[in-house]
């Protein structure tokens, strides 16, 4: 099993800038591709960016695409997200998840199969 922890999440205001981290331990972390997820209250949660296993691709949901930069570092076993221009409509809880080993890219929602706990992000003047 993976263990994810997610962490950086805090009241920002719009315009702002935020960097979560992940911090992923575990058999498999390097094989994997790993995306970034968010959940608001009464929403379904959705993919905001994916980064390849080799940190050779990477992809963004067209809501975040040139705010949002996702990183990995996979002797580190790190993941980040760097957030900018934030707005009061990126407020949600933010999960740090990994897909299957060795699965296909860009990984189908359903190959996500490690999660963290989430971690708060609250964008509001």
């Known amino acids: 099993q993976v263990h994810v922890v997610e962490s950086g999440g805090r009241l920002v205001q719009p315009g702002g800038s935020l960097t979560l981290s992940c911090a992923a331990s575990?058999?498999?972390?390097?094989?994997?591709?790993w995306g970034w997820f968010r959940q608001s209250p009464g929403k379904e949660r959705e993919l905001v960016a994916a980064?390849?296993?080799?940190?050779?691709?990477?992809q963004y949901a067209d809501f975040v695409r040139g705010r949002f930069t996702s990183s990995r570092e996979n002797t580190e076993k790190m993941l980040y997200l760097q957030m900018s221009s934030l707005k009061p409509e990126d407020t949600a809880v933010y999960y740090c998840s990994g897909a299957r080993s060795l699965g296909s890219w860009p990984p189908p929602r359903e190959e996500f199969d490690s999660w963290g706990q989430g971690t708060q992000v609250t964008v509001s003047p």
């Open positions: 980064i390849s296993r080799s940190s050779y691709s990477t």
């Open positions: 575990g058999a498999g972390c390097s094989s994997r591709h």
